[in-house]
């Protein structure tokens, strides 16, 4: 069946570094990686996503690229603040219906 | 705007006891509802899906069933609780073909 795999489980930066997190799927009809940040005791919001037909995109501090042909795709924070101290779970959507997600990422931010 | 209501946030029940979690959608319609459980530490796992009234989807063989009584309305339920029902129940929606998820707020569950 479909799988999303998730590196790193965990990840400490200084603040002002940049965090990176990447991805592989393992459905290559997949079209839709939305990456989504998760609070404690709360539900995931989504940050920021990609579609298959795109292999970049950037939203203020935050990117993710596509790699369609490894079917890698990867999350960006650059200037990373305490405030981005989260759980960030990357997911891949084949057919509409189903968003398979990863594992997920807890992301600390020192001050 | 759209929201999404899920209730209870807590609930602590005993092993064998009867559940019943539910969750409605405001600002949409025909909207594609989901229900994920998340273990402690864990990632995300898609136990239902409904495209619409009445149509259930299973992802994963278990003690958990799911209802859409109402476009707007799906339901989590289990006729007896077990102790690896435990976790954190997230409800959410999404609209059209490659769009994003929206979730509640979750209920966490205790079995006990």
């Known amino acids: 069946g479909e799988n999303v795999e998730q590196h790193p489980s965990t990840l400490s930066v200084q603040e002002g570094d940049s965090a990176v997190i990447k991805c592989t799927y393992s459905d290559s009809a997949s079209n839709y990686f939305p990456w989504y940040k998760q609070e404690l005791g709360k539900g995931p919001q989504l940050i920021i996503d990609i579609r298959s037909n795109v292999g970049e995109k950037k939203d203020q501090r935050i990117a993710v690229t596509l790699n369609k042909t490894a079917k890698h795709f990867s999350l960006h924070i650059t200037e990373t603040q305490p405030e981005d101290s989260a759980v960030y779970f990357c997911a891949a959507q084949t057919g509409g219906f189903k968003t398979i997600f990863g594992a997920g990422t807890r992301l600390f931010v020192k001050a | 705007s759209q929201t999404i209501h899920q209730w209870p946030a807590t609930l602590v029940q005993p092993v064998g006891s009867p559940l019943s979690l539910e969750c409605t959608v405001e600002g949409t319609s025909n909207p594609n509802l989901y229900w994920y459980r998340q273990a402690a530490g864990r990632g995300l796992q898609l136990l239902f899906y409904?495209?619409?009234?009445?149509?259930i989807s299973s992802e994963v063989p278990q003690n958990l069933s799911a209802s859409r009584p109402q476009d707007r309305q799906f339901i989590l339920s289990s006729k007896k609780l077990l102790l690896s029902d435990s976790g954190f129940y997230l409800c959410?929606?999404?609209?059209?073909?490659?769009?994003?998820?929206?979730f509640g707020q979750g209920t966490r569950l205790t079995v006990v």
């Open positions: 959410a929606w999404g609209g059209q073909l490659g769009a994003e998820a929206f």
């Open positions: 409904s495209v619409g009234i009445g149509q």
